[in-house]
């Protein structure tokens, strides 16, 4: 008897892809999924009524981009396995050795997968690398449509072995079938499932090949004239490294190899596999266009053919592997074969009833065009080599709702997918190592991995969900395919990683939306269908005005760009009228028309707290803003409306444990919401100021945790604690009792933000093991998948660190809130990152890419510390000489009032760390 442990088939993995091009999934299973590359599905906005129909969405099941391995030493029989390991992809009837490896070990670190294919049976390791050109603070690298897959071979036996490694990739161009197509089941999802496949259209497919120095290009092409476009464009599939050889282009039963073919001459179930087993390496045939056209005849036709066709015909077919597969078989039979013109004949019948097999009765299907590349070399004992294989796309086509076409940002750069593929090459020892340094720097840290896991995690939603328009405007989904794109509320919680890594996205996000304020100083609500038209029912919501408000300020505190803020303020000042206005009692707090907001199926009313704290969030930004543009009324205006607002707060929703849901004339709902803070959350997490004491926060947490945490639920959104009385539009509600990781993360940041990191911690390994348990670690799901606003995990960074910058004042502040004297993690600013580490009485900045400028540095201090005398600081090993003061825990380095110290490097004041220099402060102790 068999004892298997079963576990979770994992849903979700690592996004490979571009900003804004569409992405591919490798999952833990060594395969590709969710191919959202093409214009259409969840990816892309509804196309117009008369451009849809059945089946256009190009079938890419798990092994359309599949790889193989093939050891051989000598004496013994080749071995080949497929590096994945999914049951429907099996052919134990005909393709027994074919075995998938025995495990495969998987390392996800956005944007980096490690797979390590284990094989017992196998005289080799083989692991692979697969990224995404994703490169902090360098938009137009991060934006290439297309990734990286890095495969390391290493001779673990005493004998020299012959490798080779080949990769298969399916043809989805010019994919569009009428209402008529029909089901094939060459085109199935291997669970007998059948797929519409094109029929009765030419896809005018060509494939090539180009071969440079140390790189071998297949590019996939058409010139098909279809109504719906979105699938015309180009792919290329590229290897670098070892001996190349090639299959330019074939019919995707060979390629697949999991389909018998019955004919006249037998029945086979051939596949280029076959060959690749018995050889090691590929036919190199380069038929550039489908054979269908080069036997039209009939039999009787064929049977009357001269010997000059005879000749040319044969020729041109061994430019297919598929007929070079069925000429080897006769060679096999009669080394004589197709010599003589009855042979010919015959070989030429025998490749024609194949072809009917693959084509159907007058070529009606359109499968041919798949290709495979496929590298290989020699191995001494223990010697490891690397093979680079790149896959890219370009599909200009990306409809708006209307029909109009938006197109993609990456046509500004590249002519097609082969231009994409040289790209990728050429720059690929800069792109790897910048790439492969982030990935791991966000893992570099003496924090908890599930912190890692978090930060890393919830990014490749940024590539997952967002659109970079040819015009340059950008946006991410609220949920892939669901609500709309750079909806306010929720890129108030999930952009602190754009802003960070790349701000001019965040910047045109916001200035896209400002465009559709109302008159009334409405804020838009979100995008749908395209990057022009928003959701009009939108405007009844009365968050996003306060939101819209504090993300200006945020982003212009971390970029410093004072004409960001100036061609906001008009959508400020308006703003801002729009929230007094919701105030009708005059006590600061907003209390008319207050029931809509991002919690949108759940009526609250009167005061909610949710909607005052944000509220007095926006108060305090729109002062720092109107301080900072000279509008100095204003701005005393606005002070007053905070200090009345934040007294109103304590007395109308304060009940002694926590503030109330909302209060309504002499009602009130007590339920305990865990969002109640959100405006004092953000507010004290980018640095613009406070105002509740830190006490009072403390307190408000410790009471979210303890009516709203279980440890087998999770934070739940609200609950009534013990003795309350439920009101009935919120009791049971499904708002209310659901568990918004994007919700979960924010609260765990300021719960670590205010001191309490333990719990904070506890949160995020909750959410951890909620997800792994579902095997959905990198999709997480609110209103839709892959969803924007758990993106807040990166929150949780800044608040672990204590990371705020302000390039306005030029003041940067590190702030540890772990406690102990060791500490290590990264820091992101707008223009660089690196790390901060605490250790041995010393406080290292370190900047690996980009710079970092500050005129004024604040650094967290054990409380041990009592005085400002006795630092030390050197930058590269110089002394430097700041202006020291101790502020509670934070040692305040001023280098603006002493102008640094001038080196023969550098003749400017030393406060601006470029890469690869260090900042080393000497004497925590």
């Known amino acids: 008897m068999s004892v298997i442990e079963g576990r979770i088939q994992h849903g979700s993995g690592i996004v490979l892809g571009g900003l804004g091009t569409g992405s591919v999934e490798i999952r833990p299973d060594g395969y590709f999924h969710d191919w959202q590359i093409f214009n259409l599905g969840e990816w892309a906005p509804p196309l117009p009524i008369e451009f849809r129909h059945p089946g256009q969405i190009p079938y890419m099941p798990p092994g359309a981009l599949a790889f193989f391995v093939r050891s051989e030493q000598e004496g013994e029989a080749p071995r080949v396995r497929r590096l994945g390991m999914r049951n429907d992809l099996q052919n134990l009837y005909s393709l027994p050795w074919l075995k998938s490896v025995e495990e495969i070990r998987f390392d996800g670190r956005y944007p980096v997968a490690q797979l390590s294919y284990r094989d017992p049976d196998l005289p080799i390791s083989v692991e692979s690398c697969m990224f995404s050109p994703i490169v902090p603070h360098d938009a137009r690298t991060s934006g290439t449509p297309g990734f990286y897959v890095v495969m390391k071979v290493k001779n673990q036996s005493e004998r020299p072995v012959r490798v080779s490694l080949a ?176 042979s010919q004949i015959e070989y030429i019948k025998a490749v024609k009833c194949v072809m009917e097999a693959f084509v159907g009765a007058g070529g009606t299907r359109q499968p041919w065009g798949d290709g495979a590349l496929c590298s290989s070399f020699e191995l001494a004992p223990g010697e490891e080599r690397k093979v680079r294989f790149t896959l890219s796309w370009f599909f200009p086509h990306l409809y708006a709702s209307d029909g109009s076409i938006m197109g993609h940002m990456y046509e500004n750069w590249f002519a097609d997918a082969e231009d994409v593929s040289r790209f990728l090459n050429d720059r690929y020892e800069e792109i790897s190592r910048k790439t492969r340094a982030f990935a791991d720097s966000l893992y570099d840290t003496t924090l908890d991995q599930e912190l890692s896991d978090a930060w890393s995690g919830q990014l490749s939603t940024l590539v997952k969900s967002s659109w970079w328009i040819k015009d340059g405007r950008f946006a991410v989904w609220e949920g892939l395919g669901c609500c709309g794109l750079h909806t306010t509320d929720i890129t108030y919680h999930g952009s602190f990683s754009i802003i960070a890594l790349f701000p001019e996205l965040q910047k045109r996000q916001m200035q896209m939306g400002a465009q559709h304020q109302l008159s009334d100083g409405r804020v838009h609500h979100l995008f749908r269908g395209d990057l022009q038209t928003v959701d009009e029912t939108g405007y009844e919501r009365v968050d996003m005005n306060q939101q819209f408000i504090m993300l200006v300020l945020r982003d212009y505190l971390w970029t410093g760009d004072r004409s960001y803020l100036e061609s906001l303020w008009p959508n400020i000042v308006k703003a801002m009228d729009f929230i007094k206005a919701l105030d009708g009692n005059d ?188 095997g959905m670690i990198w999709n997480h799901v609110e209103c839709g998948s892959h969803y924007y606003r758990a993106m807040s995990s990166w929150a949780t960074l800044l608040a672990a660190t204590g990371f705020k910058v302000d390039m306005a004042d030029r003041i940067v502040t590190m702030n540890s809130r772990t406690g102990g004297e060791r500490f290590r993690a990264p820091w992101y600013s707008a223009t660089g990152w690196g790390m901060m580490d605490r250790a041995d009485g010393s406080f290292t900045i370190a900047c690996a890419s980009g710079e970092l400028a500050f005129d004024t540095l604040r650094v967290g201090v054990p409380r041990s510390v009592h005085g400002a005398e006795g630092w030390r600081v050197t930058l590269d090993g110089v002394e430097l000489a700041p202006a020291v003061t101790l502020e509670g825990n934070l040692l305040i380095l001023d280098f603006a009032e002493t102008g640094g110290v001038q080196t023969v490097e550098h003749d400017e004041k030393p406060a601006r760390l470029r890469e690869g220099q260090i900042l080393k402060i000497i004497g925590l102790l």
């Not at 699938?231 to 330019?248: D, K, N, Q, R, W």
């Not at 007294?647 to 007590?670: A, F, I, Q």
């Not at 410790?702 to 959104?717: M, T, V």
């Not at 990781?741 to 940041?749: C, F």
Request: one cysteine or more.
């Open 167 to 342: 990769g298969s990739l399916r043809n989805p161009l010019a994919w569009s079938s009428p209402s008529r197509g029909f089901i094939d089941p060459g085109y199935c999802d291997g669970r007998g499932n059948g797929y519409v496949v094109p029929e009765h259209i030419d896809r005018k497919l060509s494939n090539s090949i180009t071969r440079l120095e140390d790189t071998t290009i297949l590019t996939m092409r058409t010139n098909a004239e279809l109504e719906c476009k979105a699938t015309v464009g180009s792919m290329a599939f590229s290897v670098s490294g070892g001996e190349h050889s090639f299959i330019a282009g074939d019919f995707t039963e060979y390629i697949q190899g999991t389909q018998r073919w019955r004919t006249a001459y037998g029945s086979y179930c051939w596949s280029f596999l076959n060959d690749f087993r018995k050889r090691g390496v590929l036919p190199c045939t380069d038929g550039s266009t489908s054979p269908v056209d080069l036997l039209r005849y009939s039999d009787d036709e064929i049977e009357g053919l001269d010997q000059g066709t005879c000749n040319r015909l044969v020729g041109e077919l061994q430019r297919y592997a598929f007929a070079v597969a069925i000429r080897d078989r006769e060679l096999d039979l009669d080394p004589e074969a197709l010599r003589s013109r009855e």
């Open 587 to 774: 006590d600061g707090l907003p209390d008319k028309n207050t029931r809509l907001n991002t919690y949108d199926a759940w009526d609250l009313r009167g005061t909610p707290v949710y909607i005052a704290c944000l509220t007095l969030g926006a108060y305090q930004a729109a002062v720092r803003i109107a301080k900072e543009l000279g509008h100095d009324a204003l701005a005393q205006e606005w002070t007053g409306l905070l200090d009345k607002g934040r007294r109103s707060l304590e007395t109308v929703l304060w009940n002694g444990e926590y503030y109330s849901l909302w209060v309504d004339g002499d009602e009130r709902d007590e339920c305990c919401m865990s969002d109640q803070l959100d405006g004092e959350w953000f507010a004290r997490l980018v640095g613009f100021g406070s105002f509740l004491p830190t006490q009072r926060v403390q307190d408000t947490l410790k009471a979210i945790i303890r009516y709203n945490y279980e440890a087998d639920y999770g934070l739940a959104n609200a609950s009534y604690p013990p003795g309350m009385k439920p009101k009935r539009a919120t009791y049971k509600n499904a708002q209310v009792e659901g568990t918004w990781t994007g919700i979960e993360y924010a609260i765990a940041s300021m719960l670590i933000d205010c001191g309490l990191f333990e719990d904070g911690l506890m949160l995020v390994k909750n959410i951890d093991h909620r997800y792994r348990r579902a």
